[in-house]
């Protein structure tokens, strides 16, 4: 830069002077571009002069008049999606308020509320042809109809209906007596819906829809009168108390007939083609009343065409956020690490092992980002045991040898804790300070702690989202690492980013995230696995066992003791409330150890010990002080005794899949034959079942992840609301992987060849991105 020269007239914002760089780079200070009068993402040009460039006030373009137009159009579109439900025929007070409870506040709300499966009422069928398990119009003459009381005294209403072809019974089992006799009489003729059962040799219909004849009328001119419920695919929503499926349908109807032509497709043309899509308007009528020829099972199953078109624009959105998000970080200026090896090579000579091949590449990876001049962020994703710890400590000891800081984050107490406790036997040995900081330091302790941080004393700084609040001041952070990333939302990520001049960000999890997740979630951070678990580790031997047979598992534990061996029992409690009847460790460590094992030596360990009491029973355990670690989930983590061969995992079936792997993770790490024993007490759930059984038969952490993830479903597989997971209103990430895929390729395509969406073709995504995810994903150059 020429000194920062202005001519005369750039205080006016005529121009500002500017030299190109030797490397190509051009760069214009804030202050420059406010003094000369340029506002805050204001249009600018560039153009070379003899002695350097000149960035000046780009010229306004004409805008012509099918660009006002169009613009017009939007903006009155837009308008209208945002009609309140309450002004739809046929919507009160009281209706919009219900659907309000159900998210539904705008027509735009109600437009993407689908249906979740579909009524064939295109013909009708004879009684006689009526199959169980399918759902079928009919149409008859009621030949009689009363309660009915059974011999153990539930009564319920029925009715026989017949046709020409023959007889079926109606039965309702919540009804209303008096409205039922009144509507319900012989001779009165109907048209009626429902799903077919067979009772024995009786076929039974159990709650039809119906829709009476009046004298004479034919059953072809109800069916006209009435073409949103009959003569057609009738689409069957989702419901909430208080709202009924005939009613819901009508006011769908006009909301898909008066608004849908307003949700206009924004996705570029030669995009659309590619992938087959559907104007967006015609998807939406297509799921909401699908035409004549439209086939059911596909229209179910999420897999036609129109929903196709939703799933992959709602995918499309989100994965360009991302891939904006990804290029914003690649276009940051950063900081280019040194790798001079005065820690990471003390620390390798040190330790009582080599890394695994896997540790090394995805070490590798890590430098090659730290030494770019752009900021860091990767995601190392490796299963329990595999060595990310080590991993992430020689990453912190690259800056740390650069005289930057490092701060690691943890979700919870107890694993800041473990980390803590971890990092700082090697720091202390290599001369480099770590300091623990969470929400519980108090008083004196916790201004001293900032103080050190603040003085930049300590060199590695490990706590839980503590380390985000406004009081914590780093002297020069140069990295974060997150741990557990899926309990940490983007914003969060953010927050950590804002304590340094654009720090490297290195984010790890222990739980294998399927491909899909990992691409809606971390679709803005380059994925590293450390695949290979270190030598020595032998599979572990996985059983459910029920409570009768306690007996036996208290003298496995006894067996494995007498070789020399160590084991540890786990309980979901620290203490038993009134409430609850789940076991709770406290109160059964002193029932093992005086009733079960009185010969042998008990530990316990749970989360609202101290750390130094914590670390004080893990040493004990680890230097085979202890025969038994009796302990709740804190253990899920950290803990490497290559002696324990036994884990006993109490009321098994209340963990998630991914957590009984962590925990899991803990025995079999030496040469020894390690079990797993999942206690249960019998009365299992469905999914409790499926998860146990999953456990049983297999030992990779990514099969669990996908049945997980296929059990829960993905709010609760991240364990938390706020695991930047987004709330998909068609898309189905289990579903629509595939989909999700192809959307991904083709946002990133576009922000390749236009990495700020400037090029006009490119308006409308930027304003739709900006509506849909500027907020969320933190895309303030968007918005």
Not at 2 to 29: E, F, Y
Not at 85 to 110: N, S, Y
Not at 739 to 768: K, M, N, Q, S, T
């Amino acid at each position: 830069m020429s000194n920062g020269n202005r001519d005369n007239a750039a205080g006016k914002g005529a121009g500002v002077r500017l030299v190109l760089q030797d490397d190509g780079t051009l760069s214009i200070p804030a202050a420059v571009l406010k003094e000369a009068g340029f506002g805050p993402g204001e249009p600018v040009t560039v153009h070379s002069t003899d002695d350097g460039l000149v960035v000046a006030r780009a010229p306004i373009a004409p805008v012509s008049v099918e660009q006002s137009q169009s613009a017009l159009r939007d903006s009155i579109n837009r308008k209208n999606l945002e009609t309140s439900m309450q002004f739809i025929k046929g919507v009160g007070p009281k209706l919009a308020e219900i659907l309000g409870r159900k998210g539904i506040a705008t027509v735009e709300d109600a437009l993407y509320l689908l249906p979740n499966r579909y009524e064939d009422r295109r013909s009708i069928v004879p009684i006689v042809r009526l199959r169980p398990g399918e759902s079928s119009v009919f149409q008859g003459e009621v030949v009689s109809a009363d309660m009915v009381a059974t011999r153990g005294g539930r009564r319920f209403f029925e009715a026989l209906v017949r046709d020409a072809s023959g007889t079926v019974i109606l039965k309702w089992f919540n009804f209303n007596p008096a409205f039922m006799k009144k509507s319900w009489r012989a001779g009165r003729r109907g048209i009626f819906t429902g799903v077919v059962a067979q009772h024995g040799f009786q076929r039974e219909v159990h709650h039809p829809d119906v829709e009476w004849l009046a004298e004479g009328e034919t059953v072809e001119a109800v069916m006209a009168r009435d073409p949103v419920a009959f003569g057609r695919l009738v689409p069957v929503y989702p419901l909430t108390e208080g709202l009924h499926q005939k009613t819901l349908r009508k006011v769908m109807k006009e909301v898909v007939d008066r608004f849908a032509p307003c949700v206009e497709s924004v996705l570029p043309p030669a995009v659309a083609s590619r992938q087959g899509l559907l104007p967006l308007a015609g998807a939406l009528r297509t799921v909401h009343f699908p035409g004549e020829d439209s086939d059911q099972r596909l229209l179910e199953e999420g897999k036609d065409p129109a929903h196709r078109t939703l799933v992959f624009d709602e995918f499309f959105f989100l994965e360009l956020g991302l891939a904006l998000r990804k290029r914003g970080v690649v276009v940051e200026p950063g900081i280019s690490f040194a790798v001079n090896h005065t820690f990471t090579k003390p620390l390798l000579k040190l330790l009582p092992f080599s890394l695994t091949n896997a540790q090394r590449r995805v070490l590798a990876e890590i430098k090659e980002d730290m030494m770019a001049p752009h900021p860091m962020h990767r995601l190392v994703q490796g299963d329990v045991g595999c060595g990310k710890t080590l991993v992430a400590l020689m990453a912190a000891l690259v800056a740390v040898e650069n005289g930057y800081q490092v701060a690691i984050m943890a979700p919870t107490e107890i694993l800041a804790e473990q980390h803590y406790l971890n990092i700082h036997r090697w720091c202390d040995e290599l001369g480099v300070q770590v300091a623990l900081l969470t929400s519980s330091l108090k008083g004196k302790a916790k201004s001293e702690a900032l103080d050190r941080v603040a003085r930049g004393e300590a060199q590695i700084v490990v706590g839980t989202h503590a380390v985000i609040q406004e009081k914590v001041e780093f002297h020069r952070l140069g990295l974060g690492i997150v741990d557990e990333q899926h309990r940490f939302g983007v914003i969060q990520r953010g927050l950590l980013r804002k304590k340094g001049e654009n720090p490297d960000i290195l984010v790890m999890t222990a739980t294998p995230i399927p491909r899909t997740l990992a691409m809606t979630v971390f679709g803005d951070l380059s994925l590293s696995v450390i695949d290979e678990l270190p030598p020595g580790r032998t599979p572990v031997e996985t059983r459910v066992c029920f409570e009768s047979r306690r007996g036996q598992v208290y003298g496995i534990i006894r067996e494995e003791v007498a070789k020399g061996h160590q084991a540890y029992v786990i309980y979901p409690l620290v203490e038993e409330t009134e409430k609850s009847d789940l076991k709770a460790a406290t109160q059964m460590a002193e029932h093992l150890a005086n009733d079960i094992f009185p010969e042998l030596r008990l530990g316990i360990l749970h989360g609202r010990m101290k750390p130094e009491e914590k670390e004080a029973v893990m040493r004990s355990f680890k230097e085979r002080e202890l025969d038994i670690l009796v302990a709740t989930t804190v253990i899920e983590v950290g803990i490497d005794v290559p002696n324990a061969t036994v884990m006993v995992i109490e009321h098994a079936e209340r963990f998630g899949l991914s957590q009984l792997h962590q925990l899991r993770g803990r025995v079999g790490r030496g040469s020894g034959r390690s079990r797993c024993i999942l206690m249960t007490p019998g009365k299992l759930s469905e999914d409790g079942e499926k998860r146990l059984r999953v456990m049983e038969s297999t030992t990779d952490g990514f099969r669990i992840a996908e049945a997980d993830l296929e059990i829960r479903g993905p709010g609760d597989f991240l364990g938390t609301r706020q695991a930047g997971l987004p709330d998909f209103r068609v898309a189905n990430i289990l579903r629509d992987g595939r989909i999700l895929e192809e959307a991904r390729g083709e946002a990133f395509a576009v922000v390749e060849r236009d990495p700020e969406l400037a090029l006009p073709e490119h308006a409308g995504l930027r304003a739709e991105l900006a509506r849909r995810w500027g907020g969320r994903l933190e895309l303030a150059g968007i918005a």
